[in-house]
C-alpha cells in the first residue's frame, strides 16, 4: 500500500515528517473499509519510518484485531524491498502488508511481477500480490482509492 495523501511541507521543513491531510486519512480511511468488507485485511503490518507511511498503518492497525506495526528500514525511500519480501517468504508470513513510498514500491511490484504495473500507484492504492516462489508473484487485486471517491461522490445525500 502507498501512503495516503499528506501535506506539501511539514513545520519542520523535512521531508520525513509531513502528515496526512485530513482529506488523506479520509482516503485511507475508505480504503481500509473495503478491505475489511472483502476480508483482505492484513495478518502482518509493515511501514515505512516516515510520519506519512506510520500514519497509513495506524489506520489499518486500527482496523485489525492484534496486528501490531513493524517499522522497517527497508520501507524507506530508497529501501530494499526485494530483501524484505524474501525475508517475509522465508519467515513464511502470509497476508503481510507493506506501506511504503514511490517509486519503490512500484519498481518492486514490476520486479515480483516481472512486468510493468498496470497503472501509476496513486496514494493509498492497494496492490495484492500472491507469492508464487521467493522472488515472483503473481497480481491478485489492485484497489484504486481514486475510484471509490467517485463512487462517494455519486452518494445520495
Given amino acids: 500500500m502507498r501512503h495516503g495523501p499528506a501535506e ?22 475508505d480504503v481500509v473499509k473495503v478491505l475489511s468488507r472483502e476480508g483482505e485485511l492484513p495478518a502482518r503490518l ?31 525511500p530508497g529501501g530494499d524491498g526485494l530483501a ?18 514511490e517509486p519503490d514500491l512500484s519498481s518492486l511490484v514490476e520486479e515480483l511481477l ?4 498496470p497503472t501509476s500507484m496513486d496514494k493509498a492504492m492497494v496492490v495484492a500480490l500472491e507469492l508464487v516462489a521467493g522472488d515472483a508473484a503473481s497480481l491478485r487485486f489492485i484497489l484504486e482509492p481514486r475510484s471509490l471517491a467517485l463512487a462517494h461522490d455519486h452518494r445520495a445525500p
Fill in 46 to 76: 509493515l511501514t515505512s519510518r516516515l510520519v506519512r507511511a506510520l500514519q497509513t498503518a495506524e489506520i489499518v492497525a486500527l482496523a485489525t484485531e492484534g496486528v501490531k506495526m513493524e517499522t522497517v528500514r527497508e520501507l524507506a
Fill in 114 to 117: 516481472g512486468a510493468q504495473m
Fill in 8 to 29: 506539501d511541507h511539514s513545520a519542520s521543513g523535512r521531508d520525513e515528517d509531513r502528515a496526512l491531510t485530513p482529506s488523506g486519512r479520509d482516503r485511507v480511511r
Fill in 84 to 101: 524484505l519480501v524474501t525475508r517475509l517468504a522465508h519467515e513464511g508470513a502470509t497476508a503481510a502488508m507493506v506501506v511504503g513510498h
